[in-house]
């Protein structure tokens, strides 16, 4: 599948997965997409032990899919870029330490 990157994803998907983990029950809340529409995210593991973000509408964010405007599942993959932009900028707006 000939899927594109999204240019202003600066952050690797470790650091986004570690920041979402870091919040009360895992949940990063008060996001909007790209499009104005409200949702949260979760940051979980598979009974395999492999990561991923839980968004709306059971799409999933594996570490393979960070940065791209859709991941690889289903036949054609799941819309994760509207997810994925907003969640990148509060990332990179946290409070970073000394």
Known sequence: MGRN????????????????????????????????????????TTKDGRKFIMLPHNNRIYESDWGYYFNDMGKTGQRIGQYSIPINNKYLLKPRGT
Do not use: H, W
């Open 5 to 44: 990157r999204i240019e202003e994803i600066e952050s690797s998907f470790s650091d986004i997965y570690e920041f979402i983990n870091e919040q009360p029950q895992a949940t990063l809340t008060g996001m909007l997409t790209t499009g104005g529409v409200s949702f949260s995210c979760e940051a979980k």
